[in-house]
């Protein structure tokens, strides 16, 4: 089943998205040569709190695993769910993922970006404007009478003209009271196919796309992926309520 928010949960998660749009800038002014990524999160950290949200991400359990950072930070080849460490210090040329997920009266706000850190390498900046656009993309298709393979597939077309590849072992997916709710949103798909969309969803459209192969990596920690070739991959996401009127992107500061 995917959930239909009542007009009292929608002004919840506007709240939550609100938020997590916030830290999300908030903390993006914080990113320069020098800075470590544990720094960082413990920045993410008093910002939540600061709004009297919590973390979602925080102590969040697969299995017999628990995730040790208040926000998610992907440098370069890292593609999603980096984990602040002292031992990675941001460098003038690195593109980093913030990715902020906040619990706020019971609903949850999820979104994150990808930026540069000075002067990067034309290929990169190249990667990052074309997976923002390949978001837009997904996200205009959004609306009641759609299909998810819709938002899939507009996402695919893009990026397919341009000579990057998409992640496909992480996908969008629905968030509200659960930061993983139905359904599932792959970057990747035929249009027309996948669960009808209804007004009254709220959907975290997420493309991840890499520089090189598509191949993904584990990290020893359990939780980081990164390319399996080594090279730079971008990450946008925001999250998403379906209405009548067209696709309203509810992680923004201004609602």
Not at 223 to 251: C, M, Q, Y
């Amino acid at each position: 089943m995917i959930p239909i928010k009542t007009e009292e949960e929608i002004q919840k998660m506007r709240e939550a998205c609100k938020i997590a749009a916030t830290v999300l800038e908030k903390l993006s002014t914080y990113l320069a040569p020098g800075i470590n990524t544990y720094d960082l999160d413990q920045i993410g950290k008093q910002l939540i709190e600061s709004y009297g949200a919590v973390s979602t991400v925080y102590n969040y359990r697969i299995g017999n695993r628990f995730f040790p950072a208040y926000t998610c930070i992907s440098v370069n080849e890292e593609i999603v769910h980096g984990i602040g460490s002292l031992k990675r210090v941001l460098r003038e040329g690195d593109n980093v993922t913030l990715d902020v997920t906040v619990t706020y009266s019971g609903f949850i706000g999820d979104n994150a970006r990808t930026y540069l850190i000075g002067q990067a390498d034309p290929q990169v900046e190249k990667l990052v404007r074309s997976t923002e656009t390949a978001l837009y993309q997904g996200i205009d298709q959004a609306r009641p009478g759609k299909r998810v393979g819709d938002i899939s597939h507009a996402v695919q077309k893009y990026i397919e003209t341009h000579p990057f590849t998409i992640v496909r072992d992480f996908v969008g997916h629905g968030v509200g009271k659960s930061m993983h709710e139905e359904p599932q949103i792959p970057n990747f798909g035929q249009p027309r196919t996948g669960k009808k969309l209804k007004a009254g969803m709220t959907l975290a459209i997420e493309p991840m796309v890499n520089l090189g192969r598509a191949e993904v990596q584990m990290s020893s920690d359990g939780w980081t992926a990164f390319t399996r070739d080594g090279k730079p991959s971008a990450h946008f996401e925001h999250t998403v309520l379906i209405t009548h009127n067209g696709p309203e992107i509810l992680t923004i500061t201004k609602n």
